[in-house]
């Protein structure tokens, strides 16, 4: 083959990789318009909930009392804490988590809800709160809603599948290529000025934390209302049927208060076993009682905080749990959750780690790791993360900013390559995305029909997005 065959086919794959390489940076680009001011919303929200959970704790379950030589009974707690409350009756009790600790008491009285932090050496009443309506529940709710309910949720969820979509392209983008080496891939080129500087820091920044956001970003769509509710969480519920006993309509997740996720993510779409019948394992004998039942738990070596929820009407269960969901323990291999029958005593359900599935597994790990509850370690790294996106988004603003056409009319798109069959490739990614991310394939079809519709009609305003 003559050396001019093979400099026409050398140039001719040059431009194809060109061309793929604008497509990319379009898809990056376009994505990044909708992305990043969720992204930023999400990992400042995400920042604030860290501290938050770390420093005052989420349910005062950090607050502090002087240990003497015994403690009172769970009941006699629950008395204090109901008297603190006018009308009120106690739903959950959560043992403290170390010795110097609160217990904390929910206390119901109508269709409110009070957290009640009780000495359990004095019975003492040390503080009264509105339950699930602090501020990390606040920030919380912006960070899964922005206070907009379905819609927000909607919102968020095609932003997290998109942003999935601007790693695979940032990582595309910034891989060494035309003889580069890793070290601009992986130290930024400080000594830089300008836009480069900011391309630099943007793209080795992007490319430390790709995993990572991946990471966090599946575990946040395995609580969204589409991708997560309907699809990995449905299939991946823990079956009831397992149970042996009379189910109730009501779920795992009514034990969630005000939309706060309280119960492992592998059974919050399990049915509850309903009480009354003779199914289950001998357990209790004798009154059942939050005392019993507190006293059956530590029996089965639940240390530290565990939760035990009291039956809600005359079929409903005593439910003891220790989850990270929960922030129970740094430890989701240890999760476990027990259904008690309150009229014979009876185990009707033992649920652990070891019966979730594999993705189930995985989110239980995920998730404590997406808040921050693995150890000290865990909110350093998580910090750093949260900060590193805040970087990473700004830092693409600012690129754009740079290059950003004279022109104010113009929004300065990178260009779209001529002559590339772009709407096969196109068609292809709205498929593969409908299947696995249905909200993110459903937005991008909306724009290729907006592009070959009515853009196509108003030159105008298509030039404004170029």
């Known amino acids: 083959m003559s050396d001019i065959t093979l400099g026409a086919e050398a140039r001719q794959a040059d431009a194809s990789v060109n061309k793929f ?24 929200t995400g920042l604030i909930m860290l ?12 607050t502090m009392v002087t240990p003497q030589s015994g403690i009172l009974s769970p009941s006699a707690l629950q008395a204090a804490a109901e008297a603190s409350v006018p009308g009120g009756k106690a739903v959950q009790y959560i043992e403290p988590v170390a010795l110097d600790r609160a217990a904390i008491l929910v206390v119901a009285a109508g269709d ?43 919102m968020i969820e095609i932003a997290a599948s998109l942003a999935i979509i601007m790693v ?35 793209g080795v920044l992007g490319f430390w934390i790709s995993l990572f956001l991946v990471v966090f970003l599946i575990s946040g769509l395995s609580w ?29 997740a009514s034990m969630n208060h005000d939309g706060h996720h309280e119960v492992p993510w592998g059974v919050e779409q399990t049915p509850l076993p309903e009480s009354g019948s003779l199914a289950g394992v001998d357990a209790i004998e004798g009154d059942v009682s939050l005392d019993s039942v507190a006293a059956f738990a530590r029996s089965l070596g639940f240390v530290g905080r565990f939760q035990i929820n009291l039956p809600a009407d005359e079929t409903g269960v005593w439910t ?3 989850d990270s969901m929960s922030n129970d323990g740094p430890n989701p291999s240890a999760d476990r959750t027990i259904h008690i029958d309150r009229y014979s005593g009876n185990v009707l359900a033992d649920v652990r780690y070891a019966d979730y599935s594999p993705y189930a597994k995985a989110m239980a790990w995920g998730i404590a790791f997406h808040e921050g509850d693995l150890g000290v370690w865990n909110l350093v790294f998580n910090t750093l993360f949260c900060l590193s996106v805040i970087t990473v988004s700004v830092s693409g603003l600012v690129m754009w900013w740079k290059r950003r056409p004279e022109t104010a009319s113009r929004l300065g798109a990178p260009p779209r390559p001529r002559d590339l069959p772009f ?3 196109a068609a292809l990614v709205v498929l593969l995305l409908g299947v696995v991310f249905p909200l993110a394939g459903a937005a991008i079809l909306v724009v290729l029909l907006l592009d070959a519709t009515f853009l196509r009609v108003t030159p105008g305003l298509k030039r404004a997005l170029s």
């Open 21 to 44: 390489y604008f497509i990319a940076w379009r898809w990056h680009f376009y994505a990044g318009l909708y992305v990043i001011p969720f992204l930023v919303m999400l990992a400042t």
């Open 423 to 425: 709407w096969k490739g």
């Open 112 to 154: 409110d809800k009070t957290g009640v932090a009780v000495d359990p050496y004095t019975g003492a009443v040390l503080k009264t709160f509105a339950w699930r309506a602090g501020w990390y529940e606040f920030v919380n709710k912006i960070h899964g809603t922005l206070l907009l309910g379905s819609f927000g949720d909607r």
């Open 168 to 202: 695979v392209t940032g990582l595309y983008l910034h891989w060494p290529r035309n003889g580069g080496g890793w070290r601009n891939v992986l130290v930024p080129r400080l000594a830089a000025r300008g836009r480069a500087f900011w391309k630099s820091l943007h």
């Open 320 to 322: 003891i749990s220790h």
């Open 224 to 252: 969204a209302g589409i991708w997560g509710e309907r699809i990995v969480q449905a299939w991946n519920t823990f079956p009831a049927e397992k149970f042996g006993a009379p189910l109730s309509d009501a779920t795992h």
């Open 51 to 62: 501290w938050i959970s770390w420093s005052a704790g989420i349910d005062s379950g950090r």
